[in-house]
């Protein structure tokens, strides 16, 4: 029953440097309680500019209409939604990370969860401003709620957008108690650390007067393993959701049934690489490679080549079902992929996203930080290629050629796609500024000298029961 | 501050893990009922060691998982076929293999709704004030320190007795607080 009886003597530790209980406390909450780096004011400066871009995007958009987008017919949904599947497919890891790797008792997962659920948020929050803004009318978004109306109207539960809408809902709800409650053991930490009032108070309305005791992580970790319990199929419920967004259409390209684990897998390799473009600079920026050691990157790495060779295979499989399927319009949908005027989208999707992974294959580019950082990009930028890949080749060219086009972004396009990572990188600053970007209490219940054995004349006995 | 609460707690800070455990079972075995072990991490094995029965938040989840999934057949159920029956290629008004991701999806809202808050009650949270919070060694229980409380609402409370076991059992250090 006991996981943490399982011998792991032969393996590197977790964490490195010897660290104290007191040690990993004081290193992480110095973080927050120290001065402000001018580094940060640097790059909440620009990410808070570019936020504000964003902001002030939206409103003309509301003011002005989709209008000013590149949208036409045929290709009516575009950077919106691609932008959509992009940040929602990034929110995949966090969850991923959190729930799936605690159920298979990846201890390693300590260092990395708190931030990755953050990201997750982050993620999801970009994610969710697209298709609100995309109805046009944004004002009525309320009418996707089954909301009684004055006008007696009901929304269809057919439909798969509005699965989607309460697939996203549930996965931000779910992934944000998920959050807090990991956090609420180290918001006591910091309420109990706090020097000034303010602090002691906001930290102590926040931890909700968590005190420790065995008596309350009896029913703390119940709740952390049922969450984790309900999450897992809910990760991989949710982009099979959204990929029915498209599969559920007639679409050449779209009408696939290969779309739902297509996309899980995607969803979870875009969300491990921008995890780790994340981990990477802020390990290195606040001196936190004791606790996100190259084996916890390597690991990642392990997972994104898993992960990108089942998005190649999905390639590869699409292909294949097009060939076998005898459909000439499913046929000529991919041959167009590849080689009509969309081609260069598609060859940048397949470089970044199935041939840079493979340089995982070799264990010195697995472990080399500035490689595996170049590569987070690539595959970042892959990711953001396949949807648009996926939703704008498809509608470009579908059955009749006489309504074929060409899709082209406008500035306001290009303008909400950077204004939504700047939003993103908002949050996450301020995140890294004011909470624990680290688990203090996971991380130190993965310490050896947590498990209460571990001086104990029955280390032989764990050893030979593992 | 407030003087109707009256109540005590004894806190003793133990050195590691595994003497908090050893201190855990000698002071259950010793007929205290109102004590608890701090810890700034769970630790395993601490259960039993405190004779506690395991929790019983799943059957609270459970029932809200399941009032999720009947709550979000019948919404649909009614949108679909008597508010607002919609006419879509020729498909039967309560089409339920469509409903299944919404379905799934409130389920899951439910039980997560039903896991957090349903602990908070268990956990008698959130609860800003408490005798302990003005002991400064308590504040440990939430950075490195393996901490025992015993109230004084426990039959068998003492103080001095209490100091004088807690003391024996190996305590490094004893404060009370309230």
Redesign the interface.
């Known amino acids: 029953m006991d996981n943490r009886m399982v011998s792991v003597a032969a393996e590197e530790p977790l964490i490195m440097g010897n660290q104290t209980f007191h040690a990993v406390t004081d290193t992480i909450s110095k973080i927050i309680e120290g001065k402000t780096p001018k580094l940060w004011y640097l790059a909440i400066s620009i990410s808070g500019s570019v936020a504000l871009m964003f902001f002030g995007l939206i409103g003309y958009l509301v003011w002005q209409g989709i209008g000013i987008w590149g949208l036409q017919i045929p290709v009516a949904w575009g950077w919106a939604i691609v932008n959509f599947v992009f940040w929602v497919g990034i929110g995949h890891a966090g969850t991923l990370i959190s729930a799936i790797l605690f159920l298979l008792r990846q201890r390693w997962r300590t260092s990395i969860n708190r931030f990755a659920e953050a990201m997750t948020i982050f993620a999801v929050i970009c994610a969710g401003v697209f298709p609100a803004i995309h109805v046009g009318r944004m004002w009525v978004l309320h009418w996707v709620f089954p909301l009684p109306n004055q006008m007696s109207l009901w929304p269809n539960f057919r439909s798969p957008l509005l699965w989607d809408f309460f697939a996203v809902g549930t996965y931000f709800t779910c992934s944000f108690l998920f959050w807090y409650l990991g956090l609420v053991p180290d918001l006591a930490t910091l309420r109990d650390r706090a020097t000034n009032k303010i602090k002691k108070i906001i930290f102590g309305i926040l931890s909700i007067g968590w005190r420790g005791g065995n008596r309350q992580w009896k029913h703390y970790e119940l709740a952390y393993l049922l969450l984790a319990g309900i999450s897992t199929p809910l990760v991989l419920s949710v982009h099979s959701v959204v990929s029915t967004d498209f599969s559920v259409s007639i679409l050449p390209g779209w009408h696939t049934t290969i779309f739902p684990p297509y996309f899980v897998a995607g969803a979870i390799f875009s969300g491990f690489a921008m995890v780790m473009t994340l981990a990477i600079i802020t390990r290195k920026i606040f001196g936190l490679e004791n606790f996100i050691t190259v084996n916890h990157l390597e690991k990642m790495n392990k997972i994104m080549l898993v992960t990108g060779m089942m998005v190649g295979y999905a390639y590869s499989c699409e292909f294949f079902i097009a060939w076998y399927s005898g459909n000439i319009y499913e046929q000529f949908a991919f041959i167009n992929r590849a080689f009509g005027p969309y081609a260069w989208a598609y060859w940048i999707m397949v470089t970044c996203n199935v041939a840079v992974p493979q340089i995982f294959w070799f264990k010195k580019l697995r472990r080399s930080v500035p490689v595996m950082f170049v590569a987070t990009i690539f595959i970042n930028i892959g990711m953001w290629f396949e949807r648009f890949v996926i939703v704008v080749t498809s509608l470009s060219a579908d059955f009749l050629p006489s309504s074929w086009g060409y899709f082209s972004p406008t500035k306001y396009d290009i303008g909400l796609l950077i204004g939504s990572f700047g939003l993103f990188f908002t949050l996450f600053l301020l995140f890294l500024r004011f909470l624990p970007m680290i688990a203090m209490s996971e991380v130190k219940g993965v310490l050896p000298q947590a498990d209460p054995h571990h001086h104990g004349h029955d280390i032989a006995n764990r050893r030979r029961d593992s | 501050m407030n003087v109707q609460n009256k109540m005590k707690v004894v806190i003793a800070e133990f050195d590691?893990?595994?003497e908090?455990?050893r201190a855990?079972e000698k002071i259950r075995e010793a007929g205290y009922t109102k004590f608890?072990?701090?810890?700034?991490?769970?630790?395993?094995?601490?259960?039993s060691a405190?004779g506690?029965k395991?929790?019983g938040?799943?059957y609270i989840?459970g029932f809200f998982?399941f009032t999720g999934l009947t709550a979000a057949i019948i919404?649909?159920w009614w949108?679909?076929v008597v508010?607002?029956p919609?006419v879509?290629s020729g498909?039967p008004f309560f089409?339920y293999q469509?409903?299944l991701?919404?379905t799934?999806?409130?389920a899951?809202?439910f039980?997560?709704?039903a896991?957090?808050f349903?602990?908070?009650v268990?956990?008698k949270?959130?609860?800003?004030?408490?005798p302990?919070f003005s002991s400064e060694l308590?504040?440990k229980?939430?950075?490195?320190g393996f901490l025992v409380?015993i109230e004084s609402d426990d039959p068998k409370f003492d103080e001095s007795e209490v100091k004088k076991y807690l003391l024996s059992l190996g305590a490094k250090r004893i404060e009370v607080a309230g």
């Open positions: 590691s893990t595994a908090l455990m855990a608890d072990c701090h810890s700034p991490f769970p630790i395993h094995g601490m259960d405190m506690l395991r929790s938040l799943g989840v998982a919404l649909q949108a679909s508010a607002y919609l879509i498909k089409s469509a409903y991701p919404v799934f999806s409130l899951v809202l039980a997560a709704a896991a957090i349903g602990m908070l268990l956990n949270l959130p609860r800003l004030n408490h302990v308590f504040k229980a939430t950075d490195d409380t």
